[in-house]
């Protein structure tokens, strides 16, 4: 098992840029989400899904777009960047059983210039 | 007030000493609480869970006061690999959504 995992592991990018933050977990876990830490900081939620084809904002959706076609894939979009976005975007999946027993991907290191 | 508080770090401490992390909630309707370990630009790990009974888990205890909505971690006999950031958590509310609120973390750096 890979567990979760996410790609690319560092970015740059220009403000107003665009771009899909992707996140693939083989657990068969139902519940997905999307952290953003930034430094100093915890992490903030920023949106998650309860199985495929639900998703819902969490406490920062603000500037983020997810999907959820599929158990094991859950995309966070980013559409027109700005440097407030820049921070480390953790993926993260639970089972039923124990929702709150959370497995986190290694992180994506986003700058925006 | 921020809904997960904790002590501000970092913690210096000798190899072998024991220390203390605690951690305040804000929201009385809360069910789970956790810690989660952070190593330095890495994910978050599940360290334990956390009961009303309190636990341990070799060196680690947690314990947890409720009507104070005090959350606390002790280590004991630290050892140079404890060195990391460690992350007080709690479910927000008692919904079953899985939604955490995560503190903003205690570094810990254990010295030989």
């Known amino acids: 098992n890979a567990g979760v995992t996410q790609t690319p592991k560092f970015r740059i990018l220009k403000i107003g840029q665009s771009m899909t933050l992707q996140c693939t977990q083989d657990m068969n876990h139902n519940y997905m989400y999307w952290y953003r830490q930034d430094p100093g900081m915890g992490l903030k939620l920023i949106y998650y899904?309860?199985?495929?084809?639900?998703?819902d904002k969490g406490e920062v959706p603000n500037g983020y777009n997810v999907s959820r076609s599929t158990t094991e894939d859950f995309p966070l979009r980013l559409e027109l960047a700005a440097p407030s976005q820049t921070s480390v975007y953790f993926c993260a999946s639970s089972g039923w059983e124990r929702q709150e027993t959370q497995y986190f991907g290694p992180g994506t290191r986003l700058l925006v210039l | 007030r921020k809904e997960v508080e904790q002590d501000p770090g970092p913690f210096n401490v000798p190899e072998g000493a024991t220390v203390a992390f605690n951690c305040t909630y804000s929201n009385s309707a809360s069910q789970s609480f956790f810690w989660y370990r952070q190593d330095c630009r890495k994910e978050p790990k599940l360290l334990m869970s956390v009961y009303s009974s309190g636990n341990e888990d070799g060196r680690f205890t947690a314990q947890l006061n409720r009507a104070s909505q005090y959350i606390s971690l002790l280590i004991r006999d630290s050892k140079l690999s404890d060195s990391a950031t460690y992350l007080c958590v709690v479910n927000k509310g008692s919904s079953n959504t899985g939604k955490l609120i995560f503190g903003q973390g205690t570094t810990l750096q254990v010295k030989p």
């Open positions: 899904s309860v199985g495929a084809g639900i998703t």
